[in-house]
């Protein structure tokens, strides 16, 4: 099982702001980084460090982090933004990587 | 441009072993970790391990301690992954990608599906 937590699946309505979170005690240490992912495509980096978007993606992503949690917030939800989006962080030893459980992100 | 090109689908059987190779380009290889990504069908991201290919150092998931082996050929600029043992559970595209520094992954293969099949 997953040491990073996440909630399985959020709605929002177009235009709006949504906030997905990312929940283990790694976090109290390590920063977070997101990806989101679209059906039979890899994966892509949205946020990574304390709140730095790769270019090309959208400054409508940022993310954020207290204690034991970490946050992605896409202000402005589009219909491309609709996706499974996965935090990754490191475990609770320090010593290797592991993926959140994902959220899948509905654009009504 | 950062290009990561894996190879193709594999079927296996079970107890057998497969070879995933993903070729770099647009950028200096040795100045990059490479980590390598699964995801079984209708399932999750799971981080596999790391491979520095500037020396060589290896970090793995302990539940593939002893099945799994990433190497790279800096002569090619590729990076390789070998699963042994295969078992049923372990059909699941694999993906490689870049690590700047341990802590994201900026850039991806396209993926390979491994099916293991008897």
């Known amino acids: 099982s997953s040491e990073l937590t996440q909630d399985p699946a959020v709605s929002v309505a177009l235009g709006q702001t949504v906030r997905i979170t990312c929940q283990g005690d790694?976090?109290?240490?390590?920063?977070a980084s997101w990806y989101q992912q679209k059906p039979g495509q890899a994966p892509v980096l949205v946020i990574y460090g304390k709140n730095n978007r790769p270019s090309g993606i959208p400054d409508r992503f940022s993310g954020s982090s207290s204690g034991n949690t970490a946050s992605l917030t896409i202000t402005g939800a589009q219909a491309e933004d609709e996706a499974d989006y996965y935090c990754n962080s490191r475990d609770s030893s320090g010593n290797h990587e592991v993926f959140g459980t994902g959220t899948k992100v509905t654009v009504l | 441009q950062v290009q990561l090109v894996q190879s193709g689908a594999e079927v296996k059987k079970p107890g057998a072993s497969v070879k995933v190779s993903c070729k770099a380009s647009?950028?200096?290889?040795?100045?990059?970790?490479i980590s390598w990504v699964r995801q079984a069908p209708g399932q999750g991201l799971e981080w596999m391990g790391w491979?520095?290919?500037?020396?060589?150092?290896?970090n793995y998931a302990q539940k593939l301690q002893g099945r799994v082996t990433m190497t790279t050929d800096t002569s090619t600029s590729t990076a390789y992954m070998e699963l042994r043992s295969l078992r049923s559970d372990d059909t699941a595209v694999y993906y490689c990608a870049r690590d700047p520094d341990g802590d994201y992954l900026d850039y991806w293969g396209q993926g390979t599906l491994v099916t293991v099949s008897s």
């Open positions: 647009g950028y200096t290889f040795t100045s990059y970790g």
């Open positions: 491979i520095s290919a500037y020396n060589g150092n290896t």
């Open positions: 790694s976090l109290r240490s390590y920063y």
